[in-house]
Structures are given as C-alpha cells and as structure tokens.
C-alpha cells in the first residue's frame, strides 16, 4: 500500500535556526509529493509539491527535494521565523488511485523567539 | 485562485440532530471533492470521495448512513452529519480537485469544527 512516514514532533527551535523535517514514502506507482502546512485551527494549505524524481518544490524559504532513490522528501528552510510555527504535513498522490491524497502524521513546529 | 470555502466554519449542536457542512469551489470547477476528518493533534483521515453527479465512495470504516454525501454540482459538496453524537465531534476539512488540472492537487477549505454537546 501507500504510506508517508514523517518524524514526530513537536521540533522546538529558536527563530533563524535551520529547519529540516524528514518524510520518507513508499507507494505502489510514481507519486507526486506534496508538503501542507496546517496553522492553529485553520485548514491545510499547500506549501510546496513535486510531480517527478529530483524536482525541488519551494515556496516562502522553505524547500524540499524528490528523491526517488531513497524514496524522501524531507522539508528544509534555512531560517525559521516565528512565523513559521505550525504543523507540518507530508503527503503523496497517485492518479492511479484517483489522486487521493495519503498524509503523514503531521510534524509540529514551534519556533521561539 | 483555486479557493475553497467552507460554511460553516463551527457549529455546535444538540445530540441526535444533524449537521450540514458546505464545501465550494469558489473560482474553479470540481469534478472531485474529498472529505477528510481530523482528530486533535492528528491527521486527516479521508472519509470519504464524492465526484459530481454521482455517489460517493467511502472509505473504510466510514458509515455512509451516518454521514451523507451530497455533489450537487461541480462547484458545491455537502456533508451531513446525521444524528450526530459526541464522539462525531471533530474538524472537518473538504478538498477540491481542479477540474482538467494537469497535476493531482487538492485544495483545501479552511475546515469545520463539529463539536456535539
């Protein structure tokens, strides 16, 4: 089956320290990866995607690169912001399964001034 | 572009009544639209998949009798909570998928919260 496995929270980071949350995935065909942000009582919103192997979506710092050859696509920002503050989802799609979307467990990420 | 609303964003209820959620797409046409639900501190769960003018496919698990799928057109979904219970009490987050989009991407509404007295 398909699965996203993503590292536990919550991270706790001061503002302007490096960013690095781990996703790694397995799935039955070639997905694309997405990464959502989730803020306090508020839906999800699409941070960044990848439709193909050594794609690099980015968007507001952050970054995250396809890798097919381990199967990951761990999200990285140089330098958190307050901000930043949210919860983190990985999750993979397949059109062959009618693009439902598979999410992580979500990362929780908190960043103190 | 690509917005996703939701009404309403709360509501609190009685137990045993039932409970509407709208999901629209407000400047596209979506030809699918997923219902997920989400636990404090989890994440989503997808209940169920509803594309327009058809039933809807349920996850497993989910009882389709208890909470009714409606894809009226190609910019509204509703769900329905029926008879609702406690433990029905979550938030819940709709998505809609782009009608002819080239990439298999949702876009979500800003979710419900359900809370069941």
Redesign the interface.
């Known amino acids: 089956g398909n699965s996203v496995t993503q590292m536990e929270g919550p991270v706790t980071l001061s503002e302007e320290a490096f960013l690095t949350i781990n996703c790694t995935y397995t799935a039955t065909g070639y997905p694309?990866l997405?990464w959502?942000v989730q803020y306090p009582?508020?839906?999800?919103?699409?941070l960044l995607?990848a439709?193909k192997a050594d794609d690099k979506g980015s968007n507001k710092g952050f970054e995250a690169t396809y890798r097919k050859e381990t199967t990951s696509f761990h999200l990285e920002k140089g330098s958190v912001q307050v901000s930043d503050s949210a919860v983190y989802?990985c999750a993979l799609?397949?059109?062959e399964a009618?693009?439902?979307?598979t999410?992580?467990?979500?990362t929780?990420l908190m960043v103190k001034p | 572009g690509a917005v996703v609303s939701q009404h309403p964003s709360w509501v609190i209820c009685k137990s045993g009544t039932s409970v509407k959620i709208e999901c629209r797409s407000l400047d596209f046409q979506a030809t699918t639209m997923f219902w997920y639900r989400q636990f404090p501190k989890q994440s989503l769960m997808l209940m169920a998949t509803s594309n327009e003018g058809s039933k809807a496919t349920y996850e497993q698990g989910v009882e389709k009798d208890k909470f009714l799928i409606n894809h009226a057109s190609l910019t509204l979904s509703t769900l329905t909570v029926t008879s609702a219970h406690p433990e029905d009490s979550s938030f819940y987050i709709c998505s809609a998928e782009e009608m002819g989009s080239s990439y298999n991407e949702q876009f979500f509404g800003p979710g419900t919260r359900l809370t069941v007295l």
């Open positions: 694309s997405f959502y009582g508020e839906g999800l919103q699409l995607k439709t989802f799609s397949l059109r009618g693009n439902m979307l999410f992580g467990g979500g929780r």
